[in-house]
Structures are given as C-alpha cells and as structure tokens.
C-alpha cells in the first residue's frame, strides 16, 4: 500500500484510503483521489456533522465512506457488469444527494420525486434498491437505525419493447438472406435463437457446431462504466460470463440456417461477427443493424426487440413455454412470459376462434 500523505495511502485496488483517530479507534474514509479523501479528512477533524442521520454510539460515519464500504463487501460477489452499474449510480445519484440529506421516510420519498422528474420508472427502481441496501448495510454494520415505513416506490415500468409484425420479419428476413454478409447473418441468429447482442458479439467459432447444429453460449461482452482510477477512460470493454447461470446454454440452430454460417466459417479463435480474432463492440453491431433496417424499409427499433420477437412467433408456432425459457436462458418460465411473449390480436383472435368448439 503507497503511502503519500499522513494518515493517507494508496491501495492495491486503486483507491485511496485515509483514517484517522474517533473515540480512541481508527477509522477510515475513501476516495478515488488523494484530494479527495485529504478533503473528507479535513471535515472529520473539522468536527463537521455526519451526513447520514442519527449514528449510535457518537460515531460519525461519512455517507460516501458508508457507500465505498458497501461496494468493497459487494465486489467479490457481484460480476464486472454489475459492479461497474452500481457505482455509477452512487457516484452519480446517491452520494451527491445523500451527503447532504438525513434519511427519513420523508425525505426518502422526496428523493423519488427528484429522481423520477428526470429518470425512467425502471432506473428510479434500480437506484433505490442500491440505495436501499446501503441503508440496510448501515444499520447492520454501524448500528444505525433508520425507520422507512412510509415509503411509496415508484411503479413498475408496463408497456413491451417493439416486436417485428409477421410482415415486417419476412420482409427483414428476405432483405438479409438475399443479401448475405456477417452482419446480416448475424441479425438472423438473433431473429431465430434469441441470443443476446452481447452473447452474438462474443460468440467464435468455436462455439458454433455445424455438425449438430447448435451453438454453445458461455460468454457475453460488453461495455461497461470504468471503475478504475488510474485511466481517463470512461468506458471499457470486458467478455464476461453470460447474465446469469441460467444463461449458460446450448441453442439449436433452425436448418435453414446452416449453408449461410457454412459459407462465413474461419478459424475457431476468430469471431463469428467479424471473422477474424478481432470482436465487434455492441453499440457498432447496433448501427449497423439499423442501417440493415434502413434498407430493408422497415421502421427502426433496438436490436434487442429480435429477442422479444423470436419469443412471441415461438409462443404462436406452439413451442412449449419451458423449451423456450431454457433456449433464452431464463431462470423461470414466469419472467418469460411476463417480459419476453407478446401476444398479438391474431394469436388473441385465433384463440376465441378455437372456442367454437363447444357450439
């Protein structure tokens, strides 16, 4: 551990950590920078009231030191992905607020209202959840009690992503087959297994088998927030382990597919988007999804509505409801109904058609 100033050191994750001396024991603050943490220790030696409410004990507890703890406990359990979201949300929408705010029902709710002013329903959800097991963290490491029975967590998000109408997939599907590339094959893999624009992007050769018609999905990148201080850089890429264990799963490959992956097929290190053992970057594959979507005359939408869409034409050409979970690699078979199938009036009309049955 460098040590540059008093009472300051540098530590082997990066960070810069100072302590200093409360009640006859040390404790600790945290930052990302000398100045940063010189600063912190500064308004503990000031005497300037702690941030977070009421502590017990007399013990001050600065709320970014509270949050910095936090995400040391959390590190090792959580993956790269989620890791660099939470911070995020606490460098960008936790600390700034709460370092000047007592936590109380009241002010917790008035928080929402900011967040929610400026925010989607979903992230609003996303940053008190974090927000909300620092305070927990709290109250089982320092012993502060905070009482929130008063709060109204904002409502879940409704209203599905786009999905591609009959027509619309056979006409995108015409426009790629009779245009053949990487990047049209590719979106074809995600129209017909789909596999997440992380997990395309990740795939090699190596996970693809021609011969019993599958591909192997063990992988998925991405970019992600940098949590690292010592670069300038924003942004990184990382090739990770898929979502979560459930997404880890072998897809069958539809037969029509096979001659076109046949005609790209390279070396098994090289990647299957751009054929060599160079990867192609989500946000690229985006772009030139949408431009495939510009020329095929088709209203523009995210890439990610493939993977609705494959769900909802499985969900009418019959395929039961537990194959699909597996093939989209769910945990349950509940979160693919309530988020991945889409029901169109056709399906819903055929169905009351079916009652006449009975007649």
Known sequence: MARRGKGIYKRNDGRWEGRYLLDGKYKSVYGHSYGEVKSKLDDCFLGKSPPV??????????????????????????????????SCMIRKHIVPYWSKQAVTSQSVNEYIKVLSARLSAKTVRDILGVFMQIVRFAEKKHGIHIV?????????????????????????????RTNPSRINTGVLLLLYTGVRIGELCALQWSDINLNSQSISVTKTLQRIQNTEPSTKAKTRIIIDTPKSRNSTRLVPLPSFLIGALSALQTN???????????????????????????QAKIAKTNAHALRHTFATRAI?????????????????????????????????????ERLAVYL
């Open 268 to 294: 098994p290190s090289d990647y299957f988007l751009t054929g060599n053992p160079c990867y192609m970057e989500p946000r690229l594959f985006q772009t030139k999804f949408k431009q495939a979507l510009e």
């Open 148 to 176: 929130l029975d008063a709060v109204s967590k904002p409502k879940a998000p409704h209203g599905n992503l786009p999905v591609l109408s009959p027509d619309e997939q056979r006409k995108l599907s015409v426009f790629l």
């Open 316 to 352: 009418e050409q019959n395929i039961d409801i537990k194959s699909l979970s597996e093939i989209l690699g769910h945990s349950a078979v509940k979160f693919t109904l309530e988020r991945y199938v889409h029901s169109s009036t056709e399906l819903k009309r055929s169905g009351m």
């Open 53 to 86: 409410s009421k502590p017990i004990k007399g013990q001050a507890v600065l709320f970014s030191a509270l949050c910095d703890e936090w995400l040391d406990q959390k590190k090792l359990c959580l993956k790269q992905s989620s890791f660099a979201q939470y």
